[in-house]
C-alpha cells in the first residue's frame, strides 16, 4: 500500500521531470533561455498558481506542488552539485591566481554594495540600523546559481563574475553569524562560535584537501579500471556528498565543501569524465532550484504592491551594477567587461534568500518587511537572464566604439583576412608571430567582441554589403585572404576584387578540389582545399610514425600538393600558373641586399 506521502513525493517528482522534458526543448527551440521557463513553471504549478485551485478540483493536485519544503531538499542539493561542477573547471593554481579579484573586487563589491543599499533603506525607511545592515548585506548578493552556467569562468566575463561570486559564497557563514550577533536578544555568545566555526571550518578544509590529495587517484583509479561509468558516478557523488556533510557540520555552507570537491577532483585526470557524468543531473538539480523560485512567486502580492516592487527592484539593480562596473573599471577591466558584469551580477540571488531567513529568525527584521523582499529577490531572479542579455548587448556597442579606428588612419601595407572563424583566426595567429600586419574583418558580432578580448586586430563588417570592402584599405594591401565558409561569396568577391585590383594577391580557402578550381577561374592566387590539406597531413602523421624521415616525408609532400595544385588549375582550365602578383610591403634591410 503507497502511503500518501509517498504519492505525494512521486507527484512532485513527475511534475518537475514534465517541466524539464517541455521547458528545455521549448526554449531552445526559440533561443530562450531555460532558466525563465523553470521560473515561470514554478509559477505554474505553485501555491499561487494552478495549487491555489487543487482544492475545488482535486485532479490538479497531480500537476502541482503543495509548497516549497516539497521540493527544497532537492533545490539544495542541485546548488550542490553546481558549486561542484564550477570547482570542476577550475585548479587550485587558477584559484590562486584569481585572489587579487577573489579578495579584493570580491569583498570590496560585497562591503560597499551592502553599504549603499543598507545606507539608502535606512534613509527612506522605518529601519533599525542592524535591520538595514542585514537587508543591504543580503540584497547585495549576486546568483552563482543563474550567473556561472550563463558566462562560464574561461572568459574575461566569467572570471572577474566568479571571482566576487565566490567570495560571497565563502562569506555567507560570517554573514549569518553577524546578523546572529545583532539579534535583539542573542543566545549565548556568538563572537565565541563564530571563532569556533571559523577555525574548525579551516581545519576541516585543511582535511579534505589533503585527504582528497592522496585518495582521489587511487579511487577513481579503480573506477577507471573496472570500466563502470555507474562506479564512476557514484565515487563523484559520494565525494561531494561528504565534503558537503563535512563542511556543514562545523557550521559552514555545504556549498564551500562541494566547491572544495570540485577543485579536489580538477587536480586529477579524471576531471573531465567526472563532469561529463554529473553534468545531467546538474542541470536537473538547477531546474528544481528554479522551480522552488517560481513558487515563491505570490500573484496576489505582486498585483497589491506592484509600484513598490518595481521601484525596489530597479533600485537595487541600479545601485549593484554602477557598484560592480565601477570597481572592475577601477581594476583595470575593459568598458565592456565591466559593464556586463555589472548588469549580469546586479539582481538579488539565491542567498539573498538565506540571508533573509536568517535575519528573520534572529529578529532583526519583520515577517511582512521579509516577505516583501523575498518577492524582490525572486522577481530578481526571473529577470536576470533578461539583465545578461542587455548587458551583453552592451558590452558589444561598447567595444565597438572604444575600439573602432580612426576615420584619419593613414594606410599602412598589410594583410586583410575576411572571416575570423577558427581558420582566420589561426592565419591571424601566425602573421602576428612573423610580425606582419593585419586587419581582420567578421559580420558576426559575437566573434569579433571575443577576438578583441582576445587581443586581435579585428573589425566588424559584413562584406556581402555593398561598399564594405572599399573601407577597409584594400588598395594599400599586400594579401587578401578569404576564410568565410561560404563558397557562392567567396567567389563573388574573388571576381570583384580581381576586376578592381588585378596585381593583389588573393589567397582563398576552398571547401574540395572543384571548389579550388572554381576560384581559380575566377581570379584566385592560391585556392586550398581543406579536404586535400587534412588528407595529405594524416598521410605525414602516418609516414613519421612508420619511422620514415623528416626530410623526404616534407619532400614528398610537397610535391604531392605541387602535383594536386597543377591538376586543380588545369581542371579550372588555367594552362598556366597564377600570375604573380606584386606585393606592396616595404624591403626589409636583408632582403634589399
Sequence with gaps: ??????????????????????????????????????????????????????????????????????????????????????????????????????????????????AILGGGLWLLGDLSTPAAFGLGIALALSSTALVLPMVGTKSAVGRASFSMLLFEDLAIVPIIFVLGALAPNPAGDN??????????????VAVLAVAGWFLLPRIFAQAARAKD??????????????AALATAAVGLSPIVGALLAGLMIAETE????????????????????????????????????WPLLIAAVVGVVLVKAIVTASLLRFSGARRGTAAEVGLLMASPSETTLIV??????????????????????????????????????????IEMRS???????????????VGFG????????????HGRSYIAVDANIDSVAVARRDGFSVRFADVARSGSLDKLGIESADAIVLTMDDPVQQLRMTKQLRQKFPELPIISRARDADHAAALYQAGASDAVPETLESSLQLAEAVLIDLGVAMGPVIASIHDVRAKMRRDIMTKGELDREPRIRKVRRPATGEEAA
Design 403 to 417: 575600439d573602432d579606428t580612426p576615420e584619419d588612419e593613414p594606410a599602412v601595407a598589410r594583410t586583410v583576412i
Design 1 to 114: 500500500m503507497v502511503s500518501e506521502t509517498e504519492t505525494s513525493a512521486i507527484g512532485n517528482a513527475l511534475v518537475v521531470l514534465g517541466a524539464a522534458g517541455i521547458v528545455i526543448p521549448a526554449f531552445a527551440r526559440f533561443r530562450l533561455p531555460p532558466v525563465i521557463g523553470f521560473i515561470l513553471v514554478g509559477l505554474l504549478v505553485g501555491p499561487s498558481g494552478l495549487g491555489s485551485l487543487a482544492g475545488d478540483y482535486p485532479w490538479l493536485k497531480h500537476v502541482t506542488i503543495g509548497s516549497t519544503e516539497d521540493i527544497a531538499l532537492f533545490a539544495e542539493f542541485g546548488i550542490i552539485l553546481l558549486l561542484f561542477s564550477i570547482g570542476l573547471e577550475l585548479s587550485f593554481r587558477r584559484l590562486w591566481a584569481l585572489r587579487k579579484l577573489v579578495f579584493g573586487v570580491g569583498a570590496a563589491e560585497l562591503l560597499i554594495g551592502g
Design 270 to 305: 579524471y576531471h573531465g569524465e567526472v563532469e561529463a557524468i554529473t553534468a545531467p543531473f546538474k542541470g536537473l538539480a538547477l531546474g528544481v532550484f528554479l522551480i522552488s523560485v517560481g513558487m515563491g512567486l505570490n500573484l496576489q502580492s505582486i498585483a497589491a504592491q
Design 356 to 397: 533573509l531567513t536568517a535575519a528573520l529568525t534572529a529578529g532583526i527584521i519583520d515577517p511582512e518587511t521579509a516577505s516583501f523582499w523575498q518577492l524582490v529577490t525572486a522577481i530578481g531572479l526571473t529577470i536576470t537572464p533578461l539583465l545578461a542579455r542587455i548587458g551583453h548587448d552592451m558590452a558589444r556597442r
Design 191 to 204: 563572537t565565541e562560535l563564530l571563532l569556533t566555526t571559523l577555525w574548525q571550518g579551516a581545519l576541516v
Design 229 to 242: 561509468p555507474e562506479l564512476f558516478l557514484a565515487a563523484s557523488l559520494l565525494v561531494v556528498i561528504v
Design 422 to 433: 577558427r581558420v582566420g583566426r589561426t592565419v591571424a595567429e601566425l602573421l602576428r608571430e
